[in-house]
């Protein structure tokens, strides 16, 4: 297994690019922010070229190398779940805390505006992502997922998964059969449905007012 498979692999790899903060100019919560987005764009990145074109036999064994956690595994990286948790969070930084702020923090309002909006939008791609590692996950080790069709479930559809869930908070034509999927499935669609209504309102209300201004 190559080393980017491994989902701490690509976390600390990530973490590098957040101290490329320092080149932002602002307080400390603009550099926080900025932070964040240089390590969201990294991950993603290394996640996509770890699963892309990869068929169902590969795409089981980098789900099951992720999922067996190491001692340094768990003291210096998150399962990709958490990571989610952590990405929701910085994306109520940004519109809570920077976006109503944005005219007194040191620098032009619109580079706040853009690193915000940074934040938020790769938030929701990690929040996303996050949780399709974690179907990925699950599925390999338990199923839990019953997909329409007599293929092996592609990378495709745990993202169309990920997605339906994170935007209609509901399953479509896939069932879930087992309550160890059925409860991360319910925690996906609660983080979406508060990072939706509250998060993604906020936002586009507060630019709205900007642009207006």
Known sequence: MRWWNRESSRQLLSTPLAFLCVLVPGDTLVRVLAAW????????????????????????AIALASRRRRLTDRLFASPPEQLSQAAAA??????????????DLGVPSGLVLGICVV??????????SGFAVAYVSLYAEDGGLDFPGDEEPALVDFAYFAVA????????DITVTKPRMRR????????????????????ITIITSYIAA
């Open 90 to 103: 910085f994306a109520l930084i940004a519109t809570v805390y920077a976006m109503p702020q944005a005219r």
């Open 119 to 128: 934040a938020v939008l790769s938030s929701w791609l990690s929040l996303q």
């Open 184 to 203: 991360q499935v319910l925690a996906h669609g609660v983080l979406a449905f508060l990072f939706n209504t509250l998060v993604l309102a906020v936002a």
């Open 37 to 60: 987005d240089f390590y969201a764009c990294g991950y993603l990145l290394l996640t996509w070229y770890a699963y892309r074109g990869a068929d169902a036999a590969r795409l089981r």
């Open 165 to 172: 869930v994170g935007t209609t908070f509901g399953t479509t």
